[in-house]
């Protein structure tokens, strides 16, 4: 048995440039968190691997459309891990990328313009 992954996503230094964007972004992270919790819990138990893509692929688009490619990464390997059916693998990943959007929401919340 290999050890687990451990994935480490850059928390972003910018936020969308977009106005309609930043102010949408606090909505965005909060409703991501819920995904990242509930709906994964409610995907994982189904252990359905076409679930497990089609939320990869929804993570890969929301975080390109608000500019955050590198988060986005997380979206297709998940893709990749539905592909090879590793759950271990998708969990870390999620728990990673949850990770990254509880701080950016935290530090939203903490600035003066928020």
Known sequence: MTD??????????????DPILQELLPEFLDSWM???TISWAAIRERADVQELYRFGHTIKGSF??????????AGREIMSDADAGSWTNAEARVQALLSVIHTMRNHLSSSPSS
């Not at 687990?4 to 969308?16: D, F, K």
């Not at 390109?64 to 990464?73: K, S």
């Open 64 to 73: 390109i459309q608000f500019g955050y490619r590198d988060l986005a990464q």
């Open 4 to 17: 687990p992954i451990r994935p480490v996503y850059q928390l972003p230094t910018q936020g969308p440039a």
């Open 34 to 36: 819920k995904d990242l």
